[in-house]
């Protein structure tokens, strides 16, 4: 049907597919191309993939969905099993908390325990030290895959996480739990210099 709608289009006017000795030809002759969109090819694409993919393997590019048993492991713990690290980036200090999944501390140690005094423990370079150390501190007692919670706004935020990462700890996620008020405290009177 396609092949004599294109055959018409080349045909003078007037005259029929059927009756023109060209277009009974072509028919006959030349078999028909078909017009490909960029979804069919998409879809054939992911035929193929699913097809060569094993039926046992149940690998899904997007994260389980709440209650939704994963088959992705760190080390044999679940994802939920994973040791928390806790990264507290204050404008005057940053802490580094490391915690099992349930919340009880492991370590613990910030700008000021590794020997930055005043002003400078609120430097990235100190909160990049006190994730080293905890780092080191945390493959001391047998970890390896982490997750990472940050909370705070101060100049070690990133800093830290980018120090745990050359401690040697693989870092899995990294969220962000900063407290965000939503017009609740009534605010300190501006300073006056």
């Given at each position: 049907?396609?092949?004599?709608?294109?055959?018409?289009?080349?045909?003078?006017a007037?005259?029929?597919v059927?009756?023109?000795?060209?277009?009974?030809?072509?028919?006959n002759?030349?078999?028909?191309?078909?017009?490909?969109?960029g979804?069919?090819?998409?879809?054939?694409s992911?035929e193929?993939?699913?097809s060569?993919?094993?039926?046992d393997s149940?690998?899904?590019?997007?994260?389980p969905?709440?209650?939704?048993?994963?088959?992705l492991?760190?080390?044999g713990?679940k994802?939920?099993?994973l040791?928390?690290?806790?990264?507290?980036?204050?404008?005057?200090?940053?802490h580094?908390?490391?915690?099992?999944?349930?919340?009880?501390?492991?370590?613990?140690?910030?700008?000021?325990?590794e020997g930055?005094?005043n002003?400078?423990?609120?430097?990235?370079?100190?909160?990049?030290t006190?994730?080293?150390?905890?780092a080191?501190?945390?493959i001391?007692?047998?970890?390896?895959?982490v997750r990472?919670?940050?909370?705070g706004?101060?100049?070690?935020?990133?800093s830290a996480?980018?120090?745990?990462?050359?401690?040697?700890?693989q870092?899995?996620?990294?969220?962000?739990?900063?407290?965000?008020?939503?017009?609740?405290?009534?605010?300190?009177?501006?300073?006056?210099?």
């Amino acid at each position: 049907m396609l092949c004599r709608i294109f055959c018409q289009r080349f045909l003078p006017a007037g005259s029929k597919v059927q009756n023109s000795a060209f277009a009974q030809n072509a028919l006959n002759t030349t078999p028909c191309r078909e017009f490909r969109t960029g979804i069919q090819k998409y879809q054939e694409s992911v035929e193929k993939v699913n097809s060569s993919a094993s039926p046992d393997s149940d690998y899904s590019l997007f994260p389980p969905l709440p209650g939704q048993d994963s088959s992705l492991r760190w080390n044999g713990q679940k994802y939920e099993e994973l040791p928390i690290v806790h990264i507290k980036a204050t404008y005057n200090n940053t802490h580094v908390q490391v915690t099992d999944h349930a919340g009880c501390s492991l370590l613990r140690t910030s700008c000021g325990t590794e020997g930055f005094k005043n002003a400078k423990k609120g430097t990235a370079i100190a909160a990049q030290t006190a994730a080293i150390s905890a780092a080191s501190k945390a493959i001391n007692k047998g970890l390896s895959f982490v997750r990472v919670l940050v909370k705070g706004l101060g100049p070690g935020r990133m800093s830290a996480v980018k120090g745990l990462a050359m401690g040697g700890l693989q870092v899995v996620s990294i969220t962000d739990n900063t407290p965000i008020p939503h017009n609740g405290c009534r605010p300190r009177k501006a300073r006056r210099i």
